[in-house]
C-alpha cells in the first residue's frame, strides 16, 4: 500500500506565507510526478502544482510567482512553498502521486487565508 500525509496547513493573514509538506510511504519507488491540488468549497478539485522526477514544474496561473513546489525523490517528499496568500487560496490542499497513470492521494490539509 501507499500512504501519503500532508501537513503544514493552517490559518494565516492575506499576505502571509506557509509551506506544506507530502510524505509518501510504501510500495513505490522512482515516482514520476508529485503534485499538489486543492479544492475550495463548492468548487472542482484543481491542479496548483506538480513536478516531475527530473524537477519539471507546471503551476496553474493563479499560483505562478508565489508558489513553488519541490521534491526530494530519495526522501519521497514534496514541499509547497506558499507565498503571498490571498483570499482566494484558502481550500482543502491535496498531495498526489501520479506513478504512471495510477494516482495516489493524501487526506489533505486545509488552509484558510483570512484577515
Known amino acids: 500500500q501507499v500512504h501519503l500525509v500532508e501537513s503544514g496547513g493552517g490559518l494565516v493573514q492575506p499576505g502571509e506565507s506557509l509551506k506544506l509538506s507530502c510524505a509518501v510511504s510504501g510500495s513505490i519507488d522512482s515516482i514520476y510526478l508529485m503534485g499538489w491540488y486543492r479544492q475550495a468549497p463548492g468548487k472542482e478539485r484543481e491542479v496548483v502544482a506538480t513536478i516531475t522526477r527530473g524537477g519539471h514544474t507546471n503551476y496553474a496561473e493563479s499560483v505562478k510567482g508565489r508558489f513553488t513546489i519541490t521534491r526530494d525523490s530519495a526522501k519521497k517528499t514534496a514541499d509547497l512553498q506558499m507565498n503571498s496568500l490571498k483570499s482566494e487560496d484558502t481550500a482543502v490542499y491535496y498531495c498526489?502521486?501520479?506513478?504512471?497513470?495510477?494516482?495516489?492521494w493524501g487526506q489533505g490539509t486545509q488552509v484558510t487565508v483570512s484577515s
Open positions: 498526489n502521486v501520479d506513478d504512471f497513470g495510477i494516482n495516489y
